[in-house]
């Protein structure tokens, strides 16, 4: 479309849109922008307000602190494990129940969908789900971040819409015909044509397991044990910045030495913890956006 | 007889479909349906040799005593508050920005507007926390720098009772605004084309159409959501309210979540928790079905 031959409305409505648009991308961009640029420029002119639209000068103080920092690798190496093995253990639970539960044929799945559904609404709340870890023994092992909760109703409904959707009953027919069995089906048939919702789901469960904290906080309390967003609290709220317990106490209003050095791990931190998942998400974006067009499908 | 031999039959035929089931019936069993039973630990005394069953009787006590509390309108005041204002500001946030993405005709602009709004979605609630504390200090903060530049002196946004609820609110917008636009971009893409054309004959502009085609085919969706978001009207996030809690702001951030956890995690009065945890589900469940009875009465609309 070309300027020339717009009506003024119609002119002043681009005007308009666009400018929209633009502000839009500055205040989402510009608070990740500046981070990124505040993380190796000189600290003194960061923290007096000069570093705004360029970097200026240059220090990878924060980073070498960072990279020094066995917490940081500690949590990193648990986070790792427990987003990868979670994952898996995710995906094992809900994609054999969703291919079930899309089978017209399988009599019991009504009840057990509602079963289910159920689960969306009601809850037996924070205090009781603290006792049942406790009495199962599994809090402060490794297995409270990978087993609870490892079916995401949402994401098994997805998945259930879409094999109803991509398996055509004449499909499985002719399956059956040649003496093919469920499981054969599902993992010869249904799983290699489902690599998108594969992915999607994956994801979804990946960034849920990248991001808790919640499970780390409540149910943890051997440091080595920590996943890096726990570390990352430490050092970005509870302002624990130097291992060795320098900059503690300081609190985050107190200005001066320590702290100027204290923002700039921040800063490196916040650009190492969110790295992974950061440059995952261009080539997945539109994965994730179909993940929620085919839950909305059959909400 | 033949209805056993059907049942066998059938679970003959299917016993792999069962297989495949069993592990998640049994994980939301255990995690779901245990933790339900548990509910009654609300009316019960906590037994520490007998868990999640609990001990004596005590009925409604520890209602009664959450309601006598001296925090009580404090708790429920803060978190009405802190709801009321996400759901007021926040919610039509993402329609407005699906009408604007919607009017946007290159395509590639559009895919880079959309890559960018939905981004921020991705950053976990620590790291964005942790942003707006270093983003937001007055002394080192490039947010109080810019503040100061516009003569708006010198306030500490992250620790002050005034700016608390504006703070959660708008952090909240920039984190999840595009994301929920999504589901309305959704909707807006299965607008039949040729209504804009009889619009445009009709001698209707861009704003007109927004106005006449775009926003009637959202209702059906906004109407759905907004009465999900009535039912979560009393359940704050926790995680983000108890990040951004400090000793300054606390006398607005306390709400009924990061109560709970106090009181049950750390403090260890598990009945006494289990009562305000069960206390606040109720209140949603009221307000979830007064919203989708008025619905139901006056569009037509309903959640079931």
Known sequence: MTLKGMGGKELAFHILLYSLCAVIFLVIMYPLYFIVIASFSDSTLVSTGKVLLFPKGSSLFGYKEIFQDSRVWTGYRNTLFYTLFGTLVNMLFTMPAAYVLSRKEFKARRPIMFLFVVTMFFNGGLIPTYLLMKDLHITNTFWVFILPFCVNIFYLIIARTFFETALPAELHEAAVMDGCSHFMFFAKVALPLSKALISVIGLYYLVGHWNDFFTGLIYIRDNNLQPLQIVLRDILLSNQVFQNGAGTGGGAASGGYAQRYADQIKYGVIIVSSLPILMLYPFLQKYFEKGVMIGSVKG | ?304
């Not at chain 2, 299917?14 to 089931?21: A, H, S, V």
């Not at chain 2, 709970?260 to 109720?282: D, E």
């Open chain 2, 1 to 304: 007889m033949r209805i056993l031999g059907g049942g066998l039959r059938a679970l003959r035929r299917d016993y792999q479909l069962w297989i495949m089931i069993a592990p998640a019936i049994a994980a939301v069993l255990i995690f779901n349906y245990i933790p339900m039973y548990g509910i009654q630990l609300a009316f019960k005394d906590f037994d520490f040799a007998k868990g999640l069953t609990g001990g004596a009787w005590r009925g409604v006590d520890y209602f009664k005593q959450f309601i006598d509390s001296y925090l009580f309108t404090d708790l429920m005041r803060n978190t009405f508050l802190i709801s009321l204002a996400t759901i007021i500001v926040g919610f039509p946030a993402p329609i407005i920005l699906a009408l604007i993405l919607n009017q946007i005709r290159r395509k590639r602009f559009k895919n880079v507007m959309q890559t960018t709004v939905y981004l921020p979605h991705f950053i976990s609630i620590i790291v964005l926390v942790g942003m707006m504390n270093v983003l937001m200090s007055p002394e080192t903060g490039v947010i109080g720098y810019m503040m100061k530049g516009l003569g708006l002196g010198h306030i500490n946004l992250i620790a002050s009772t005034n700016t608390f609820i504006p703070v959660y609110v708008l952090s909240d917008i920039w984190q999840h605004c595009g994301w929920n636009s999504i589901i309305y971009l959704a909707a807006l893409s299965t607008v039949d084309p040729q209504l804009y054309d009889s619009a445009k004959i009709d001698g209707a502009g861009r704003m007109k159409m927004i106005r006449y085609v775009d926003l009637p085919a959202l209702v059906p969706t906004i109407i759905i959501l907004f009465i999900l978001s009535m039912g979560n009207i009393l359940s704050t996030g926790f995680e983000k309210i108890f990040l951004m809690q400090n000793s300054l702001n606390l006398p607005v951030s306390e709400v009924i979540a990061t109560y709970v956890y106090k009181i049950g995690i750390i403090s260890n009065q598990f009945s006494y928790a289990s009562a305000i945890g069960l206390f606040n589900t109720l209140i949603n469940f009221v307000f979830l079905f007064a919203m989708n009875a008025a619905s139901k009465k006056m569009s037509n609309t309903s959640l079931y």
